[in-house]
T-cell receptor, first 111, second 114 residues
C-alpha cells in the first residue's frame, strides 16, 4: 500500500478563496482523521470519521471549515472563505485496529 | 476521558548520551499507547506501540518504552543519542483501545548536541 496520500502538498491562496484539501486513506482502514499543526497551537484534531460517518467535529474551528467522506477511499477538507490565520500544515491519518498512519501533510499558506 | 501529558517541551542531550522523554497518561480503559516521531517538514511516523502485550516495547532506530501501570507512564528511552534523532516526539493514547481517536500530547522537541 502507498500509505495515506494527501494532495496537494503545498497550497498558496489568497484570502477569501475556497481551498479544498484531499486525502486517500489506506485501504481497509475504517477511521480517518484530519489534524492541523501550527507553531502556536501544536497538533489539533479537527474531525474524525468512522466508516465514513463523522464522529467528532468539535475541533473544527468554525463554519468556514467543512469535511466530507463520500466513500471509504476519499475525504476532503474545505475552507471557504480562507483567512490568513488558516495557514498551517494539515494532516490526514487513517487507522484500523492499531496505530494511525499519517500522510505527508498539506502546507497551506493564505496571503 | 483519556489524556496524555508530556513533561518538557524541549529536551537537549549530547551525542552519545541517554535520551529520556517522559509521557504520563490517563485512561479509563486498558490503554493502547504510542510514540510518534516527526522530522522537519514530514508527517508523523510511528516509533513504537503498546497494545497490552509485553510491557517493554522496542521500536525503530533503537528506541524503546516501558509501560508502567502503577505510575501511569510510558517513557521513551534510547541509550545513546545520535544527531539524526533530532526531531519532535509525540506520545499518544487511544480513546477506545483498538478503536477510536488517538489523543496526542503536546510534543517534545529533542535537540542533539555534537
Amino acid at each position: 500500500d502507498a500509505g495515506v496520500i494527501q494532495s496537494p502538498r503545498h497550497e498558496v491562496t489568497e484570502m477569501g478563496q475556497e481551498v479544498t484539501l484531499r486525502c486517500k486513506p489506506i485501504s481497509g482502514h475504517d477511521y480517518l482523521f484530519w489534524y492541523r499543526q501550527t507553531m502556536m497551537r501544536g497538533l489539533e484534531l479537527l474531525i474524525y470519521f468512522n466508516n465514513n460517518v463523522p464522529i467528532d467535529d468539535s475541533g473544527m474551528p468554525e463554519d468556514r471549515f467543512s469535511a466530507k467522506m463520500p466513500n471509504a477511499s476519499f475525504s476532503t477538507l474545505k475552507i471557504q472563505p480562507s483567512e490568513p490565520r488558516d495557514s498551517a500544515v494539515y494532516f490526514c491519518a487513517s487507522r484500523n485496529r492499531g496505530e494511525a498512519f499519517f500522510g505527508q501533510g498539506t502546507r497551506l499558506t493564505v496571503v | 476521558a483519556q489524556s496524555v501529558t508530556q513533561l518538557g517541551s524541549h529536551v537537549s542531550v549530547s551525542e552519545g548520551a541517554l535520551v529520556l522523554l517522559r509521557c504520563n497518561y490517563s485512561s479509563s480503559v486498558p490503554p493502547y499507547l504510542f510514540w510518534y516521531v516527526q522530522y522537519p517538514n514530514q508527517g508523523l511516523q510511528l516509533l513504537l506501540k503498546y497494545t497490552s502485550a509485553a510491557t517493554l516495547v522496542k521500536g525503530i532506530n533503537g528506541f524503546e518504552a516501558e509501560f508502567k501501570k502503577s505510575e501511569t507512564s510510558f517513557h521513551l528511552t534510547k541509550p545513546s543519542a545520535h544527531m539524526s534523532d533530532a526531531a519532535e516526539y509525540f506520545c499518544a493514547v487511544s480513546d477506545g483501545g483498538s478503536q477510536g481517536n488517538l489523543i496526542f500530547g503536546k510534543g517534545t522537541k529533542l535537540s542533539v548536541k555534537p
